[in-house]
Every structure is written in structure tokens, then in C-alpha cells.
């Protein structure tokens, strides 16, 4: 079955910094891979979704990349803000059922 | 658009009781309903998947006579999590999919059902 791994576990960073979060699936059939934003005590929220047959999308501060030879995918926030800080999922699927990266937990600093 | 709601948010029940939630997709009809558990600092672990008018499919390991899961209407799904006891404990979360051509893998979650059995 697939497999998502995610990286890092937490990250820091300064306000106004960027930051990376990379995830591997294993399933190379997997054809959709979005990412979500969870606060706490809360549901997760979808913030960006990419297909495979696209290598790269924007919105506004966010950007996912999917490299399917590689088999990963990356989110980009870009000029963080203190309300970025979150736990942050990836999941890839190849039909209805998600498999959810273990999350990373962002801090942005103020 | 794409709003999903849960009902309780939050429930603390005695152990041996049963404990029904809610979802509802507000502004779309869902062809497929999810639920997912999560525990503290934890990702998500799907339940179930449950289409309108059918049974639901449970994942290994999910006890389909402990969870009952009905999907009555494209807006409406029900957990009952019967004879709960403290190891039940959880943060419950559906997701619904939409029925529409352009979406048909996305999933729009809830805000979750924390509970608490004492």
C-alpha cells in the first residue's frame, strides 16, 4: 500500500522567512497529493492541491512542486506569518482514499 | 463554498454509553463521506468510507460493530461509537467529497468531535 513519508517533524523560522515541507510517497499510481493546515483543536483545512499532471502551482504566499520521477512533493510558504503557525499534512491518492503524511508542526516567530 | 460541519464539536460521556455524531456538508452534496480518528500530536487514521445508501468500508482494524456508520442522505452521515470506553477517547473528524466532475478525489473536512469517555 502507499506510503507518505514527511519532512521535517517541526520547523522554526523567523517572520518574513520561508518554509519548506517535503513529502515521499511510495505508490507511484498516486495521481493527487494536496496539503492541509490544522490549528489547534481543529479540523485540517485544504490549502493547496496538485495533480500529477502538473509539476508546479501558486497561490498567493503558497506553492506545491511535485517531482513524479522522484516521487515527492513540496510545499513552499513564502513571508511567513505568526498566523502560518500550524500543523501542516500532506496525503497522496490514487481514488478516493488519502494517505496522510505523520504532519509537521511550523512555528513562525515573531 | 465546500463547508462541512460535525455536531457535538465536543461530548464527555460515561464508559458502557453511546455517543452519535454528526456530519453534514452544508453547500454541496457528497458522494463519499470519511471518518477519520486522530489522537494527540498524531496524523489522521481513517475509520471508514461510506457512500449515500450503501454500507460503509472499514479499514483493518476498525471494529464495524463498535463504529456504526450510516449515510442517510448525500448530506448526512452519522458515528455512533457504541459502549464506549476511555481507550475511545479521540479526536473524530468526517471529510466529505464532493459530487462534482471538477472535484472528484477532493475531501473538505470537518472541525472535529472531541470525546472524552470517563
Known amino acids: 500500500g502507499e506510503n507518505v513519508e514527511q519532512h521535517p517533524s517541526t520547523l522554526s523560522v523567523q517572520e518574513g522567512d520561508s518554509a519548506v515541507i517535503k513529502c515521499t510517497y511510495s505508490?507511484?499510481?498516486?495521481?493527487?497529493f494536496p496539503w492541509y493546515k490544522q490549528e489547534l483543536g481543529k479540523g485540517p483545512q485544504l490549502i493547496i492541491d496538485?495533480?500529477?499532471?502538473?509539476g508546479e502551482k501558486k497561490d498567493q504566499r503558497i506553492a506545491v512542486t511535485l517531482n513524479k520521477t522522484a516521487k515527492h512533493f513540496s510545499l513552499h510558504i513564502t513571508e511567513t506569518q505568526p498566523e502560518d503557525s500550524a500543523v501542516y499534512f500532506c496525503a497522496a491518492s490514487k481514488g478516493q482514499n488519502f494517505v496522510f503524511g505523520p504532519g509537521t508542526r511550523l512555528s513562525v516567530l515573531p | 463554498g465546500a463547508v462541512v460541519s460535525q455536531h457535538p464539536s465536543r461530548v464527555i460521556c460515561k464508559s458502557g454509553t453511546s455517543v452519535k455524531i454528526e456530519c453534514r456538508s452544508l453547500?454541496?452534496?457528497?458522494?463519499?463521506m470519511f471518518w477519520y480518528r486522530q489522537f494527540p500530536k498524531q496524523s489522521l487514521m481513517l475509520m471508514a468510507t461510506s457512500n449515500e445508501g450503501s454500507k460503509a468500508t472499514y479499514e483493518q482494524g476498525v471494529e464495524k460493530d463498535k463504529f456504526l456508520i450510516n449515510h442517510a442522505s448525500l448530506t448526512l452521515s452519522t458515528l455512533t461509537v457504541t459502549s464506549a470506553h476511555p481507550e475511545d477517547s479521540s479526536f473524530y473528524i468526517c471529510?466529505?467529497?464532493?459530487?462534482?466532475?471538477?472535484?472528484?478525489?477532493?475531501?473538505?473536512f470537518g472541525p472535529g468531535t472531541r470525546l472524552t469517555v470517563l
Open positions: 505508490d507511484s499510481a498516486s495521481n493527487y
Open positions: 471529510s466529505a467529497n464532493p459530487r462534482s466532475h471538477h472535484s472528484t478525489d477532493t475531501q473538505y
Open positions: 453547500d454541496f452534496q457528497a458522494t463519499t
Open positions: 496538485i495533480r500529477s499532471n502538473v
